[in-house]
């Protein structure tokens, strides 16, 4: 079925470095990709999302890319900073039988040391 | 504050108890989803709503059902609660009934069961 892996579970940086967080998908079909920032106690927010028409999006300090045929997007945080330290998610759409769902990564728990 | 509203925010509970969660989406959104969070995990989806109508299903067990009433507020019912349901679970809405809308997550209702 649909699978979505994130990679590294955690990431441990200096403030300043830049972060990159991998997500690979199942789904030859799906065609958006969205990134939550989750932190802790606090609910998922939508930070980022690239549809499959792009290879790249940049907001600010954060980008992402995509390789569809590699099936694979990259999460890059650049200048980080302490309050960037949270648990992120990526995600990719799945169609199936004329519904369609997110698939969510398991979350990478990143911390930025001062 | 995303605009979606949940409640209650805790809950403990026995094993083999019927809980209700509920769920208010923002105004003007159509979308309800389901999601539950448990330790080391990610978001699993459970089941959307669209305007009334089940729209999608994932992983939901036979034990939790979902309906949406006409003032589009959603609520979840966990019956015959075990150990292992004890999560936090999250509900989100968004304009329309495609995953490609972002979804405004609400603040999450915490399920302990003992």
Redo the contacts between chains.
Sequence with gaps: GENVE?HPSTLSVQEGDSAVIKCTYSDSAS??F?W?KQELG?????II?I?SNVGEKKDQRIAVTLNKTAKHFSLHITETQPEDSAVY?C?A??LQGG?????????TKLTVNP | D?GVTQTPKHLITATGQRVTLRCSPRSGDLSVYWYQQSL??????LI?YYNGEE????NILERFSAQQFPDLHSELNLSSLELGDSALY?CASSVA????Y??Y????TRLTVT
């Design positions: 994130q065609n958006y969205p939550y606090k609910r998922p927010q939508l999302d549809r998610f995600a759409n799945h519904s369609e769902k997110l698939v969510f990564g398991k979350g | 995303s080391d995990q990610g978001l699993q989806f959307q729209r999608a299903k994932g999250f009934w495609a995953e490609t972002e979804q997550f609400g603040p999450g």
